[in-house]
């Protein structure tokens, strides 16, 4: 039978429950047992796929096709397990579901409520498919006191009478604030935080506190008295030099064996770490630096590429370097006077990532041609390789109309809506006028790779499985065009139908996907892409 962790936050948002679960399911797995991390949102959309970048971050994809909140991409990154569309539930999912059984009169005209009906789903969904862990770790967003979050701390609640004693645990991450003028630090928020999740019905039995100032034995002494916790049991949560830091940091502080003990099980030896500290060596002991610019349209908040920025640390990894990423504004260049060679000069590669809509289009086709003309290291991905198409089209095709239909009619359309292909599963149709959460190629699919080509060598494979999230397609009549052009197709879908993958193999290092390789790439495993579009940018550099 599975152990249940259930991690709350209070006093602010933002304290790093993420990275904290995360950071506790490795140390877990370290230790050797099965581990597996979910995530319960309370916002009312059914999954974060149709919100703004700037809303919630980037929409992490599993492999089995689910939109999901970017916490679930730490849980990856950290330990290696494939996250599943049953780790991640909203407040609307779990709406949508019982308004449909009721609809459907599966609740035999009783009064629908959110006791016992909400709280039993949210049960149901934290149990499920869970028979062979040991541990299921399971984060509540948002911060205890929220009228969004009460189904959830009630459906905890009561899960954790129905696991019996012994079988769960409830931290509690709060925050320590430090009074500069006072030049203290302040336990009265964590107190209140605490008796807030307490007269939920809720007793935290490990504490995890933010601080930007050591806590003293002193105040860690005081939070454990007021809030009926051992000392021992409040563990401090300093900022870290890295995120990857932060596993080694809460094993220093004896986060896992509290919770450990918190189940009456004995820590033992400690856990193996090793993997840790090589990833930690490898960040703090570079043997060369690369600047690589990435030329988005949601560069305004970091989150919203948060697993790019982090396949690109990993890809660093791979090559001791050390890799500064310079965020730029597609549409910077596309004003008459704007000077894209002053900004792109500097740089040792390109990225151009994945978006939806027109704006900033032009100025990544821009960025296409300067990396196309200079020769520089460039690296599409999803919109970045239909951008290389139609860049190929317009100026080395001699079609200068050639656009996507994204952007409205167009008499060349090198990019398009496909309302229809296949997979293992058979035919996959989807309409045009649908709903945006329902009209996208979502999760894994599977690419052959041409024998001779430079990504087969990069893979080290002819067959390979990428997620995907887009819903417009690079259009094949094109293809002869491209071709010609020097663009040529190294990766189709295996019934031929779909582009996956373009090449320019006459070019230093110039690499189109259609699928999101950042998804699958860990600080312990680089993505293969990653590695060698950094292992170029480490070339150019050498070159400049």
Known sequence: MARFIFITGGVVSSLGKGLMAASLAALLQARGYRVRI??????????????????????????????????????????????????????????????????????????????PHVTDAIKEFAQAETDDLDFVLCEIGGTVGDIESLPFIEAIRQLRNDL??????????????????????????????????????VQ????????????????????????????????????????????????????????????????????????????????????GEVTIGVVGKYVGLP?????????????????????????IDAELFESEDSDIAAKLEPLHAILVPGAFGERGAEGKIASVRFARERKVPYFGICF???????????????????????????????????????????????EADGDLGGTMRLGAYEAKLAGNSVVASIYQSDDISERHRHRYEVNTHYRDTLEKGGLVFSGMSPDGMLPEIVERPDHPWFVGVQFHPELKSKPFDPHPLFASFVAAAVKQSRLV
Request: with cysteine.
């Open 38 to 115: 979910r995530k319960f949102d309370p916002y009312l959309n059914v999954d974060p796929g149709t919100m703004s970048p700037y809303q919630h971050g980037e929409v992490y994809v599993t492999d089995d096709g689910a939109e999901t909140d970017l916490d679930l991409g730490h849980y990856e990154r950290f330990t290696g397990v494939p996250s599943r569309q049953s780790d991640n539930i909203t407040s609307g999912r779990i709406y949508q579901q019982i308004i449909a059984r009721e609809r459907r009169g599966d609740y035999l005209g009783a009064t629908v409520q959110v006791i």
């Open 164 to 201: 019996g004693r012994g079988n769960s645990v409830s931290i509690h991450v709060t925050l320590v604030p430090y009074i500069a003028a006072a030049g203290e630090l302040k336990t009265k928020p964590t107190q209140h935080s605490v008796r807030e999740l307490a007269a939920l019905g």
């Open 204 to 287: 935290p039995d490990v504490l995890v506190c933010r601080c930007e100032q050591p806590l003293p034995a002193s105040d860690r002494a005081k939070i454990a008295l007021f809030c009926n916790v051992p000392q021992a049991a409040v563990i401090p949560a300093l900022d870290a030099k890295s995120i990857y830091a932060v596993p080694e940091q809460y094993h220093a502080e004896g986060l896992d064996s509290e919770v450990l003990r918190a189940f009456g099980i004995e820590p033992g030896a400690a856990p193996r770490l090793d993997r840790w500290a090589d990833i930690m060596d490898r960040l703090q002991n570079p043997e």
């Open 303 to 327: 989150d919203a590429y948060k697993s790019l920025n982090e396949a690109l640390v990993h890809g660093g990894m791979a090559n001791r370097v050390k890799v500064n990423v310079q965020w």
């Open 384 to 430: 970045g390789m239909q951008m290389a198409c139609v860049e190929g089209v317009r100026n080395l095709g001699g079609i200068p109309d050639a656009s996507s239909t994204e952007f409205g009619p167009t008499s060349e359309p090198v990019v398009g809506m496909i309302t229809e292909w296949m997979t293992a599963e058979g035919v996959q149709k989807r």
